[in-house]
């Protein structure tokens, strides 16, 4: 069945940096883009950043343009977020996600999601 796993989440001070991977199997992982969301508390879920399968295109939230940097290893299965120059409003849970077509398109399959904290 399809898997996602997130890891890398954690504890981080102001303007560090933390790198996320999403680890994936169960289905033909080099035909899918994967997307990452994140939801703060009392917060809706929002869309960070996607992956095109085709050509590797990047996508990302206005709130972590320039600051966070999706990629995926199609080899390993892998999608990673390196997240620089963090702010305390990046605190949530952040997941990974299989959309049903494109980046644009419903979300059907989702991970458990990691914790990142940003607080001095």
């Known amino acids: 069945q399809v898997q996602l796993v997130e890891s890398g989440g954690g504890l981080v001070q102001p303007g560090g940096s933390l790198r996320l991977s999403c680890a994936a199997a169960g289905f033909a992982f080099e035909y899918y883009a994967i997307g990452w969301f994140r939801q703060a508390p009392g917060k809706e879920r929002e869309g960070v950043s996607c992956?095109?399968?085709?050509?590797?295109?990047?996508y990302y939230a206005d709130s972590v343009k320039g600051r966070f940097t999706m990629s995926r290893d199609n080899a390993k299965n892998t999608v990673s977020l390196q997240m620089n120059s963090l702010k305390p409003e990046d605190t949530a849970v952040y997941y990974c996600a299989i959309p049903r077509y494109g980046c644009f398109s419903e979300y059907d399959y989702w991970g458990q999601g990691t914790q990142v904290t940003v607080s001095s």
């Open positions: 992956i095109s399968y085709s050509d590797g295109s990047t």
